[in-house]
């Protein structure tokens, strides 16, 4: 890799017009030498492709936008996004991010390594006072992911300023090589939202490469934009794409050794949170995990192809990534449901 390769930023936007503005706005002031940046609209009806086009008019820099005329969720979207690139890597930001101006230039100089394929940008909940939004997560005994951090709870005081291996990063400030997304074939359009990166990044680790947290590369996010923006959906979208990504996830890339047993073990994760929802009178969002359950059973065919497709290029994860937590770690994540 070229010490200053061509980055192509790549956001996802819906009906997020105000959020997409500033993070344009720092986004376009980032001080690495050469990058270009690629906008998707998912048919949003708020203006934003129009406030795209305005910014186009007034920057010097490469600004391309690419409008869908419906929402085609994040993961096609990004993909789609990469088609349209030029860059030998690959940044990825929320439309409710804001890049520290060394974003770049900081994720570049761990991306020399040639055994990196991957790194988690530092991620700061944007206006709180420094708090952890993410830093990775490893992989744990169930399949689930294991933060790290919790989002929200520790302030940044310096303690993790050391890049360190991890499992998964977290889109909404993540970098990557190019030649390694085109190699595992991209997001699996399939999950539409949330956890195509953990798909993605498992991918990366079975294709021979390693995933860093990089805490010089800072971007502050404000999490949660997709409840604020669709509040109607929102629980749909959590809970139905939520258990079906997990499942489909686990069904793609464990491997044989541990298979049934991590899939059995999985489900019965989302069955409980299914059955606490009913105590706790929330039958729709009961319905909506066990219709991921069901999306995966009727998708079973198509996903064993893509299993095969992955066993070609499969190597075994390092257990440094993996994390055996307490079963109380799993009751209290599901307590905060």
């Known amino acids: ?102 974003w770049l230039k900081a994720a570049g100089n761990l991306l020399n390594d040639p055994e990196v394929g991957a790194l988690q940008c530092k991620l700061l909940l944007d206006g709180r006072d420094k708090l952890f939004d993410s830093i990775g997560s490893y992989l744990g005994d169930f399949g689930f992911l294991v933060q790290r951090v919790p989002s929200g709870r520790i302030p940044d005081i310096g303690q993790f300023d050391t890049a360190t291996d991890i499992f998964s990063t977290k889109s909404a400030g993540m970098v990557m090589r190019r030649i390694i997304f085109d190699e595992i074939e991209g997001f699996d359009s399939d999950y539409f939202i949330y956890n195509e990166e953990m798909d993605l990044c498992w991918r990366v680790w079975t294709s021979g490469h390693r995933i860093v947290f990089a805490p010089d590369s800072v971007v502050y996010h404000k999490s949660g934009s997709t409840k604020r923006v669709a509040p109607k959906i929102a629980d749909k979208l959590l809970y139905f794409h939520g258990s079906k990504n997990y499942i489909l996830t686990i069904l793609k890339n464990v491997d044989g050794g541990t298979f049934l047993r991590t899939v059995t073990l999985h489900i019965a994760g989302w069955l409980a949170l299914s059955a606490l929802m009913v105590l706790r009178r929330r039958p729709m969002v009961s319905m909506y995990i066990l219709q991921g359950i069901l999306w995966n059973l009727g998708n079973m065919k198509a996903t064993m192809t893509k299993r095969a497709r992955n066993a070609g290029r499969r190597k075994s994860l390092p257990k440094y990534i993996l994390a055996h937590v307490p079963l109380r770690y799993y009751f209290n994540v599901l307590g905060r449901f």
């Open 1 to 102: 890799m070229s010490r200053n390769p061509l980055v192509s930023v790549i956001i996802v936007n819906y009906n997020g017009r105000d959020y997409l503005r500033e993070c344009l706005s720092h986004v376009l002031v980032s001080d690495y030498s050469d990058f270009e940046v690629i906008v998707v609209d998912n048919g949003s009806t708020d203006g934003s492709s129009e406030l795209v086009k305005e910014v186009m008019k007034r920057t010097e820099k490469s600004l391309k936008l690419l409008v869908n005329s419906l929402n085609v969720g994040p993961a096609k979207a990004r993909n789609q996004a990469v088609s349209l690139s030029c860059g030998e890597l690959l940044a990825f930001l929320d439309n409710d991010a804001r890049p520290d101006p060394s």
